[in-house]
């Protein structure tokens, strides 16, 4: 009963008429951005994160969230139709929503992808309903040790499942810390770091970094790259899947919600590898493997359900537990911060408006998008024919114009530059952004957590062992930092890799 008068709470907060539109903006903006290659979530997120600094928190919180699922409705829609991936977790859709599309099954295909993407979402939005309240309130027995231990823990999984060099991921993972910890300390208040510049005294701020790590270094790849982009030439009809279709896809589309959620909630790429994971388990459990890669409609319907998914999966350690399981979160983090509001255990009680109207909006965000994504398709494949050389200074423009606007200083428009060149090269050289950003959000988390511990500890390590939730998480943390020195380990951390990128 109490669980339903929360739901109410939550969807009287939605249904207002300024989140209802805030709700609709985001995820309209966010199947657009789907839809448009090289541009993803991340960095949609950071160029709108200031239009939301005039808007309530909860406003500002749907608007981005809807950003975030939106856009893996839209990355289905390129991989289909053009064979290249709007957004990282649709890469696998391209291997059989493609192959349908030439066949001229491309309806059916985007049918699918929008039917199983809305019921994934939908799935992930129950278990986000029914796990948080019990997680939160497992998580108010943590103390500063077990919330340390547990970033240091989420910090290890990513390094874990980057690909390429793990201690590439290791390096890159150091040097956001190093960032975290610019500007003022938080325990007694002395400017670190700074080089006596006062714009470094309130620390370097996330959005430029996102912008140009995530923003400009891809704009400056792909006009590098000069993708071509062939919008298939079929007619669209008939998007409503065949009985047969449904009948094919019922099971891919249990497993990839139940899948896609669970690793939602780990740290790392949850919606890349649980799409990655759903096509390889759909295959392997497939009666005709062979049809896979050649218009099998379980290859999209499993992981466009299974990313979708991990969208709300990914919300549960976020909002319980205050930790961000990856990049995008962190920047959700980010949006609760400015708005001041602390997520963790205490915001189901403090924000209880704030946290179920989230919830809610998700509902209402899912139902939004598939009403949206099936009569706009053809909308859609008129966006796809617009020239890089048009698309990409307009995104230059848009991440001045964003970067700017947050703090009024052309400081920051120096610091997305900066973080722009520094994106392209580490591109070039491989090492991957993403634990940068992430170590970077929790840093000074980390930091303040340790130094709270060894305050109350009387400067004493053993607290991180003698308690078992921070001994279990350290343990677990080293276990995966080490195991690549072990060869039959390193070896399946190497398939995971390849696999999540493939």
Not at 334 to 355: E, I, R, S, T, Y
Not at 445 to 473: D, H, W, Y
Request: glycine share 12%.
């Amino acid at each position: 009963m109490e669980l339903l008068q929360q739901i109410g709470t939550g969807f009287a907060v939605a249904l207002q008429p300024t989140n209802l539109f805030y709700c609709f903006v985001g995820v309209f903006i966010g199947t657009l951005i789907g839809v448009l290659p090289g541009i993803g979530p991340v960095g949609a997120m950071s160029l709108l994160f200031p239009v939301t600094f005039k808007a309530t928190p909860e406003a500002a919180i749907i608007m981005l969230a809807g950003i975030y699922y939106g856009a893996m409705y839209g990355g289905s829609t390129t991989s289909i139709l053009v064979n290249i991936p709007g957004e990282a977790a649709s890469v696998v859709t391209c291997l059989d929503g493609y192959q349908m599309a030439r066949k001229g099954r491309a309806g059916p295909a985007l049918g699918m992808s929008a039917f199983g993407s809305f019921l994934g979402g939908t799935a992930s939005i129950v278990g986000l309903m029914l796990l948080a309240p019990p997680l939160s309130q497992f998580a108010i027995k943590f103390g500063p040790a077990e919330y340390f231990s547990l970033m240091v823990l989420g910090l290890s999984i990513l390094i874990y499942l980057a690909h390429g060099s793990m201690a590439k991921a290791l390096i890159t993972a150091a040097f956001g810390i190093v960032l975290g910890l610019i500007g003022l300390d938080s325990i007694n208040a002395r400017p670190r770091l700074t080089f006596d510049r006062l714009e470094l005294v309130d620390g370097v701020g996330l959005v430029p970094i996102v912008m140009g790590l995530f923003g400009v270094a891809e704009v400056l790849l792909n006009v590098e790259q000069a993708l071509k982009r062939e919008v298939f030439q079929t007619r669209i009809r008939g998007l409503l899947p065949s009985a047969r279709d449904w009948v094919e896809s019922r099971w891919p589309i249990v497993r990839g919600s139940v899948l896609g959620f669970f690793l939602g909630i780990l740290p790392g790429g949850g919606a890349v590898i649980s799409s990655f994971l759903s096509y390889a388990l759909e295959k392997r459990l497939s009666k005709h493997p062979e049809r896979f890669g050649h218009g099998a409609i379980e290859g999209v319907a499993g992981p466009e359900t299974a990313n979708n998914a991990a969208t709300g999966g990914a919300f549960i350690p976020l909002m319980t537990l205050g930790v961000p399981p990856n990049v995008i979160m962190a920047l959700l983090l980010g949006a609760f911060m400015v708005h001041g509001v602390q997520p963790g255990p205490l915001m189901m009680k403090q924000n209880p408006g704030l946290f179920w109207g989230v919830i809610a909006s998700m509902y209402i965000g899912n139902l939004m998008l598939l009403v949206l994504n099936l009569p706009l398709i053809g909308m859609w494949v008129q966006v796809l024919r617009v020239p890089y050389r048009i698309l990409f200074p307009l995104i230059l423009l848009f991440c001045l114009v964003g970067v700017y606007t947050v703090g009024n200083t052309v400081f920051d428009i120096y610091v997305m530059i900066l973080f722009g060149l520094v994106g392209y090269l580490m591109k070039k050289l491989e090492y991957e952004p993403a634990p940068l950003v992430l170590a970077f959000v929790l840093g000074p988390l980390l930091e303040n957590n340790l130094r709270k511990a060894m305050i109350l500890s009387q400067g004493s390590f053993a607290i991180f062992l003698t308690r078992p939730i921070s001994a279990v998480c350290l343990l677990v943390a080293l276990f995966l930092l080490v195991s690549p020195l072990v060869p039959r380990l390193g070896r399946k951390r190497e398939e995971l890799a390849v696999e999540e990128v493939s």
